[in-house]
C-alpha cells in the first residue's frame, strides 16, 4: 500500500531559527514529490516539486532534498518567520492513473516571536 | 485570477439532510478532484474527474455523489447527511503532471 509518513507531527521554533522536515514514503512507482504549505483555513499550496532525478531544490528559504534511493525528502526552512507557522504537508505521485496523489498527515510548525 | 472558487465556506447540516458542494476552476484543467480532511490525517480522495464527462470513485466514496457538470465546474452532492461526513471539503485541479491547486475548503457539520 503507498503511504506517506511525515516526521515530527508537530514543531515549535523560535523565530529566526532554522528547522527540518522529514517525509518518508512507499509509493510506487514513483513519479514526483511535492511539499505543501497549508495555512490554517485555506488550502495547501505547493512549495516545491522534486523529480526522481533531482536531490536538492530552493525555493527562497525553503530547501526541500531527495533521495530516491532510500525514499526519503526533507524540507528544510531557513531564517524563519512567523508566517512560516503552517502545515508542511508531504504529497507524492506515482505515474499510474490520475487518482495518484498520496498524502502525508502534515508537520505542524508553529514560529514563536 | 481566481483559481479554484468552492461554496460554501461553512454549512451546518442536519443528520438525513442533503446538500451539494459546489466548485469551479477558470484555469482550464482536465482534472478535478475532491477531498476530505480530517483531524489527524491526511488528505483523502474522495472522488475525481480525469476529464469533462468521467468520474471516478477514489479512496472514500461511499455517501457522496458527483457531477462534472463541464469543465470548469466540479460538484461534491450528500444524499443524507451524516455526522461521520463532518469535515473540511476540498476541490482541487490539475492538468497532466503538474500541481494541484486547492480551493479554499468547505468546512462542513453534520448534527
Known amino acids: 500500500k503507498n503511504q506517506v509518513e511525515q516526521s515530527p507531527q508537530s514543531l515549535i521554533i523560535l523565530e529566526g531559527k532554522n528547522c527540518t522536515l522529514q517525509c518518508n514514503y512507499t509509493v510506487s512507482p514513483f513519479s514526483n514529490l511535492r511539499w505543501y504549505k497549508q495555512d490554517t483555513g485555506r488550502g495547501p499550496v505547493s512549495l516545491t516539486i522534486m523529480t526522481f532525478s533531482e536531490n536538492t531544490k530552493s525555493n527562497g528559504r525553503y530547501t526541500a532534498t531527495l533521495d530516491a534511493d532510500t525514499k526519503q525528502s526533507s524540507l528544510h526552512i531557513t531564517a524563519s518567520q512567523l508566517s512560516d507557522s503552517a502545515s508542511y504537508i508531504c504529497v507524492v505521485r506515482t505515474n499510474s492513473g490520475y487518482s495518484t496523489l498520496t498524502f502525508g498527515k502534515g508537520t505542524m510548525l508553529l514560529v514563536s516571536p | 485570477n481566481a483559481g479554484v472558487t468552492q461554496t460554501p465556506k461553512f454549512q451546518v447540516l442536519k443528520t438525513g439532510q442533503s446538500m451539494t458542494l459546489q466548485c469551479a476552476q477558470d484555469?482550464?484543467?482536465?482534472?478535478m478532484y475532491w477531498y476530505r480532511q480530517d483531524p489527524g490525517m491526511g488528505l483523502r480522495l474522495i472522488y475525481y474527474s480525469a476529464s469533462e464527462g468521467t468520474t471516478d470513485k477514489g479512496e472514500v466514496p461511499n455517501g457522496y455523489n458527483v457531477s462534472r457538470l463541464n469543465k470548469r465546474e466540479f460538484s461534491l452532492r450528500l444524499e443524507s447527511a451524516a455526522p461521520s461526513q463532518t469535515s473540511v471539503y476540498f476541490c482541487?485541479?490539475?492538468?497532466?503532471?503538474?500541481?494541484?491547486?486547492f480551493g479554499q475548503g468547505t468546512r462542513l457539520t453534520v448534527v
Open positions: 482541487a485541479s490539475n492538468q497532466g503532471n503538474t500541481e494541484a491547486f
Open positions: 484555469m482550464n484543467h482536465n482534472s
